[in-house]
Structure formats: structure tokens, C-alpha cells
């Protein structure tokens, strides 16, 4: 893997904290207040995706890994894939306690990943046939065809209680991981304590307070010396509170918008929203804004450079495919619209077929990043004589337009997991993943063979094929499903008295994953 994590630390101008009614800096502290944002939709239950970006937190997963991505065993002592590919056989940690003391066995682990297929929601096990344990701590778990990228789940699926696990569990969650939940009020604030039977190594911290506020109220909280880490957007990078340093981590975290495939032919999907849109549609309209973007004036601008330009879903990571770049190229752009058919109006958006070159990009309201991309995006398309129209929304309302509207999305995992999920024909309309209902039959031949791959690493070439074969691809060089424009460093203002150590080259930002490595936090002022 190319990048690595880098720990950047900007001192304060002084050392003084607001007044805040937080205790002293000059006592060690048991206690934390976080505003890192990331409050889950669905709560937090693993089985309906909760931890799959970052650490489940109240849940113990069978293997972690470490700030530098190494493996290291968490419920899982042994695990072996049988020659065929088809079987894994995972011997469970024993003697583990749930936070309401109940114990833990292969039982727990086995009903996990069965009612996570059963669900079939953002965390795909459509591979699996069957998880059984053969004995309390012995699971084994077969597949109905190879499946390489099976063992992310082994990271990112939190493991349930069996016998505890209801229709109220995303909401009051039970686990055996290092913290517990103590009260979750939405939109406001979670309120965690250590919990008492967990096995693993101990937080320094009791009780923690995360706090679910917009990114001027949590850095104004930052200010006022009222939380002891808050995350903020690039936009407000450079805007270090007193008695706070700036950790900023790589990560593979990148937006950029997906496009809506076919045309609008008044198709619904099973929820009733509508799917198609007949500008982006055409491959030439898709092409033109790949090759339009000036992705380095994006990050310059928008990310106040904490960030690099993106031109796909895993940059330089080990399946990313760098013969699938394109560069900015604007008269090459002009060109292939004009040969498209696309030809300037009155008002300078391209008209073919009395159909104007012009939609919505749509963005997350809340998200200052995501706003900022999309108007420079409307401004840098303006040339080309296509007209892009910036709308915020809610998530409810991304959800009833994302099949035929431009979304900015964003994505970035530790696994080739997602590529899959978000260019694959079956996923289309799943979750948020695939969108923009993209299928390429080549593409899908190609994640086959990937799957099939003995090793995770003798799959990476098929992976990049997907992306770019020579001939076609889900890439800016193929169909151009997507057009990415950046990957984001994640900045967070930690106080000054906190060592958080180092941090994981990072996923998507959803699910807390600068809490991967909590246990190892601790408060260095005397």
C-alpha cells in the first residue's frame, strides 16, 4: 500500500484553554467528550451495517486491524480457508462475556452472519451458504462459490448476542466490545462507559460523550474548551482552537458524483422513485465532465489543499487501475460533446434532440464539503456548455432522486469489497451502492475472476481491470459511471492533553474510524 498514515501537529498560538467546565488539564482525566460526527441512520446494529467504516465500538469483530493495517486476532483465535476456497473454519476466543454479562460462543458468531444475509441490507454476504457453529467455540462457515473479499466481514461485521438480538436492538445495543451504551438521544448526543467485561486491552477512559452537532456549533464547542476532539471539514482546517493540535490523517476517503445510467423512460424502482435520467445517460455528457474537471483547483479551493485530486474509487491502492486516469483536457471535451451532437443554445447549454444539457447535482445540506465541490462543479462545467444546478438535500430526499438525479457521493474502504458493490449489475438499487444502476457485462466478468482469485493479492489485476481493461471499464476511460474529484484528509482538533497516537490510513468517515485504535488513547498532562 503506497500511503501512509502521517501525523501532522500544529500547535495553538498559546497553551491556554478557554474557560470551559471541563476539569483541569493539570489532572489526568477519565472522562471524554468527542464531536466527530458520524451518527448512524439505522443505529447501532451490525447486521444492518453499523461499523463497517471504522470500529462497531460496542461490538467485538473477529479480526482488527492495527494504525498500520497489519491483522491482529479479536474474537477469531485460528481461521483457515480450505484449499477449495469454499470453506472457512474460525476458532472463537474463549471465555467472552457480553456487556450485560451473558457469555459469548460460536453460537453468537454463526447467528451474526446468518441474519446478516438474511437481511440483505448494506453488508453483502449474498455469498455465503451457511454459518454454523459445530461446537461452542468453532464456526465454520461455507460458500457458495469462492469469494476473496469474503473476509472483510471478519473486520467490519460486529458480533450480536443470539438470544438478544430484537426488533429494539440498533437502538439499545448489547456487544462485547470496549464500550457500552448508557443513553443515545438522535440528533443529539451518545453517552458510553467502559465496559466492565471486556476482554481486550483497557481504555484509560470511563465514559465518553459523543456529540452530534454541526461543524460551526462543534468547532464554537472546541473553542469554548467544552470537547476534547471535534472533527472538522477542510473548510475549516485552518481555524486551530486554542490549546488543540491538528492530527490529519491520509485516507481513501474520496467524493465525486455518480451518474444515472439509462434514460428516463418512467421506470420506478420497488420504493416508487424514479429512475433514469436521458442527459447522463448519454456517455458523451459523462466523458466531457471527467475530462472537464481541474481536480487540483478543486482540492486548492474547496479542501484548502487537505487533500489530493481523485479520478477513482481506491487511489493507489493496490486494485486501483492508475491507466485509467484522465486529464483535464477542456477543448477535448468541447470536442467530443460536438461530435456527440450536443450543440451550444442561445444561453450556451448544449441542446441535442431539444434536450438541454442541464441537471441537478444533488448534495448532502448539512455537508459544507460536498457544497462547495458541487458549486465549483456547476462553475467549472460552465465552459463546456453544460449546466449544473447545485441542490442540497436531506438524505430521505437523496434517497428518492439518486437514480435519476447526480449525486455527490462519497465512499473509500480498506477493501475491493466496495468497488464491487458499487459497479456490479445485481447491486444496483441496493442501499445507496450502484446508484446510478451502471451494468457492464465485461466489468462483471472481470470482478469474477477477481472473486475467484486464490489470494487477495492475485486478485488486484482483475480489480484493475474492471476499472480500465484497454477497452472498456467502469472508469472515466470506459463508461464513466462516476466522475470523482477528490480524496479528503481527515482533519480533527484534538486537545492538547490527548494522545490519540497513530492513526489508520482511513476509511470513509461514517463510522467514527479515528476510534479504531481507541484503546490506546490516553492523557499525557500531569
Excluded at 447501532?44 to 486476532?73: C, I, K, M, N
Excluded at 480500465?468 to 470506459?478: E, L, Q, V, Y
Excluded at 492538547?496 to 481507541?518: M, N, S
Aim: overall charge negative; charged content about 20%; some cysteine.
Amino acid at each position: 500500500m503506497s500511503k501512509r498514515t502521517t501525523l501532522v501537529v500544529l500547535m495553538a498560538a498559546t497553551a491556554t484553554l478557554a474557560l470551559a467546565p471541563l476539569p483541569s488539564l493539570a489532572a489526568p482525566r477519565s472522562e471524554l467528550v468527542l464531536a466527530i460526527g458520524g451518527e448512524p441512520d439505522d443505529g447501532y446494529d451490525p447486521v444492518l451495517g453499523w461499523g463497517r467504516y471504522g470500529h462497531p465500538l460496542f461490538q467485538s469483530t473477529l479480526l482488527t486491524r492495527e494504525a498500520d493495517l497489519t491483522t491482529t486476532p479479536d474474537l477469531a483465535t485460528a481461521w483457515t480457508l480450505s484449499e477449495d476456497r469454499l470453506t472457512w473454519t474460525i476458532k472463537v476466543r474463549e471465555g467472552v462475556k457480553f456487556s450485560d454479562g451473558t457469555p459469548l460462543s460460536a453460537k453468537d458468531v454463526a447467528f451474526t452472519f446468518t441474519e446478516t444475509a438474511k437481511a440483505g441490507g448494506a453488508v453483502d454476504l449474498t455469498a455465503m451458504e451457511s454459518a454454523i457453529a459445530t461446537d461452542d467455540t468453532t464456526v465454520v462457515i461455507k460458500l457458495k462459490k469462492p469469494w476473496i473479499t469474503f473476509v472483510e466481514n471478519f473486520y467490519v461485521l460486529g458480533i450480536v448476542p443470539a438470544a438478544g438480538h430484537g426488533a429494539d436492538y440498533a437502538r439499545k445495543p448489547v456487544g462485547s466490545g470496549p464500550f457500552r451504551m448508557v443513553s443515545w438521544s438522535q440528533g443529539e448526543q451518545l453517552i458510553v462507559e467502559a465496559n466492565p467485561f471486556y476482554y481486550g486491552k483497557k481504555s484509560p477512559f470511563t465514559r465518553i460523550t459523543f456529540l452530534f452537532t454541526g461543524e460551526d456549533t462543534s468547532l464554537a464547542a472546541a473553542n469554548a474548551g467544552k470537547v476534547d476532539m471535534v472533527s472538522v471539514p477542510a473548510t475549516l482546517a485552518d481555524a486551530l482552537p486554542n490549546g488543540f493540535k491538528a492530527v490529519i490523517a491520509d485516507t481513501v476517503d474520496n467524493r465525486g458524483i455518480v451518474f444515472p445510467m439509462v434514460p428516463d423512460e418512467g421506470k420506478k424502482d420497488a420504493k416508487g422513485y424514479p429512475i433514469g435520467n436521458s442527459v447522463t445517460a448519454d456517455i458523451a455528457i459523462r466523458k466531457a465532465i471527467n475530462l472537464g474537471l481541474d481536480r487540483k483547483a478543486l482540492v486548492d479551493a474547496v479542501l484548502l489543499g487537505h487533500g489530493t485530486p481523485a479520478y477513482g474509487p481506491a487511489d493507489d491502492l493496490p486494485w486501483s487501475n492508475p491507466d485509467a486516469r484522465v486529464d483535464e483536457d477542456v477543448e477535448g471535451a468541447k470536442a467530443l460533446l460536438d461530435k456527440a451532437g450536443w450543440v451550444p443554445g442561445g444561453d450556451g447549454v448544449r441542446v441535442k434532440d431539444g434536450l438541454r444539457a442541464a441537471f441537478p447535482v444533488i448534495y448532502p445540506s448539512t455537508d459544507s464539503v460536498r457544497q462547495g465541490l458541487a458549486v465549483m462543479l456547476s462553475e467549472q462545467m460552465k465552459p463546456l456548455g453544460i449546466e449544473i444546478t447545485p441542490k442540497g438535500d436531506t438524505w430521505e430526499g437523496i434517497e428518492r432522486a439518486m437514480h435519476a438525479s447526480p449525486v455527490m457521493f462519497g465512499w473509500g474502504s480498506h477493501s475491493p469489497e466496495e468497488v464491487y458493490s458499487l459497479y456490479q449489475s445485481g447491486f444496483a438499487g441496493i442501499d445507496y451502492y450502484n446508484a446510478g444502476y451502471f451494468a457492464n457485462a465485461a466489468v462483471d466478468g472481470h470482478f469474477e475472476k477477481a472473486q475467484a482469485a486464490p489470494s487477495l493479492e492475485a486478485s488486484y489485476p482483475f480489480w484493475q481491470q474492471a476499472e480500465w481493461d484497454g477497452k472498456t471499464g467502469f472508469s472515466a476511460r470506459g463508461d464513466a459511471a462516476s466522475a470523482w474529484m477528490v480524496n479528503l484528509d481527515h482533519v480533527y482538533f484534538v486537545n492538547r492533553c490527548l494522545d490519540i497516537g497513530q492513526t489508520q490510513i482511513e476509511p470513509h468517515g461514517h463510522g467514527w474510524p479515528v476510534t479504531a485504535t481507541i484503546q490506546n488513547w490516553r492523557w499525557v498532562c500531569d
